[in-house]
Structure formats: C-alpha cells, structure tokens
C-alpha cells in the first residue's frame, strides 16, 4: 500500500446518522472497553496452534440507521492456546478508550474476530472468524453505560450481514445467524472520567488504544500504565 494511500486509511472517519447526532443530548462521556480473552475457540485439524493468530476489529455502528460509523480499531495480532481439534483460547487483554454524545441503546459496537496468515509473498491475509454485537448504553438516563462485565457470544459469518434489510432489529440476529457454539469474548464495560480533560485532542467516536499517538497526550511507555493521560 502506497503511503498516502496508507494515511487516508488510518485517518478516515465516517460520520454518524444526521438524525442518530440530533438526538444525541447532554455533554459527551468517556468510555474504556476492556477485551480480556476468547474461550472456547474451535481449533480445526488443518490448522496449526503455534501459528495461529488473531485480532479484533471494533466499529460503531447504529443499529437504527444500519450504519457503521467512526473508525474501525485494530487490536495486535495474538496467538491461541490449544490443541488440533479441540477448544482454544486467545488471551488479547486490550484496552480501548472513546468519548461519544451518542449515548443511545441503537448505538452499539461491532466486534469482529479476524484470524490472519502470511501469504508466500510476505503480505498478511485476514479472514473474519466471527462477530459480536456489545451493548454500550442502556437507555436510561440515569444509568447509561451498560457497565460491569460480561461474555459475548459470537455469530458466524461477517458484520456485513448486519447490512441486510431483515435484521434492522438486532433481536432478529439469533433466528437469522448461527451462533459460534462454546465461543465468548470476556469482556468489561467502565465510564472512563480521565477522557474528560482531553476531549478536545482526541475527535468523538474514534476508538483509541493507551499505545496509539495522540497529539498533546502522553504515551502509554512513558506513564508505565497503559493508560491515557493529558500531557499538562
């Protein structure tokens, strides 16, 4: 990939709804998602665990508008744990951080299980192995983020399906979608206050990892946390 080409794809956003931002009432709130480990992965006789990897891929998307919205986050590449043709586990432990006004139940985020390979000429393939769909807000208003944790299950297939015009109603996923049988994703869900401070430094509904470069931001390697922190 070219390098401009390469910096208009780290840097594309798509913006939401018209009608999802004119409901969007009250200041914005921080987020900080939490993705510990998938258990229960089916691990394939063709397959080989000690090359194995995987990645998530977490989107906005508005279930109202069938739309996915900001900018797609991409986690590192980690290896399972396991055996040929039993279950297996993969242990990402990832941490992402964003600050929306769009705190409606219709606002959800898409996460995709990617399983990626090197093909002979050294460039990597990515095969989607799944996906969940993780509830962000409640809907009530005295208590919107959906916090704690939680195991998602999984569906086969692409979040393209999401696209369809049957499954504009999210509840309708489990009679159109096969579930990836013995597969979760722990996870947690926390208001994230410390983002306050650096909203006007990192733009509304782009997902951020502690390790991503953030003008005016201290580096996660520099503070030792992890963490996302205003550089005063």
């Not at 070219?2 to 709130?29: L, M």
């Not at 063709?46 to 900001?70: A, C, I, K, M, N």
């Not at 390790?211 to 992890?226: A, E, L, M």
């Amino acid at each position: 990939m070219s390098d401009w080409k390469n910096t208009f794809e780290r840097n594309r956003v798509i913006p939401p709804h018209s009608q999802t931002a004119r409901q969007a009432s009250g200041s914005s709130q921080g987020l900080q998602l939490v993705f510990k480990q998938i258990d229960g992965l089916h691990i394939k006789q063709s397959e080989s665990p000690p090359s194995l990897q995987y990645q998530l891929r977490v989107t906005l998307f508005d279930s109202g508008h069938q739309l996915f919205f900001g900018r797609t986050w991409k986690s590192g590449s980690h290896s399972v744990s396991g055996t040929q043709g039993q279950s297996g586990r993969v242990l990402f432990n990832e941490v992402v951080y964003f600050h929306t006004s769009l705190c409606l139940s219709s606002v959800v985020t898409v996460v995709e299980l990617v399983s990626l390979s090197t093909r002979a000429d050294g460039s990597q393939d990515a095969v989607g192995s799944g996906f969940g769909l993780l509830q962000l807000f409640t809907g009530h208003a005295d208590s919107s983020i959906s916090q704690g944790e939680g195991r998602l299950s999984l569906f086969n297939g692409t979040p393209r399906a999401l696209l369809h015009p049957k499954l504009k109603d999210p509840l309708q996923l489990n009679a159109m979608l096969s579930v990836m049988e013995g597969s979760q994703l722990l996870y947690s869900i926390q208001p994230h206050p410390a983002l306050i401070p650096i909203m006007h430094l990192l733009p509304p509904n782009i997902l951020v990892s502690g390790h991503d470069s953030i003008p005016g931001v201290v580096s996660s390697t520099d503070t030792g946390t992890g963490r996302i922190t205003h550089n005063a």
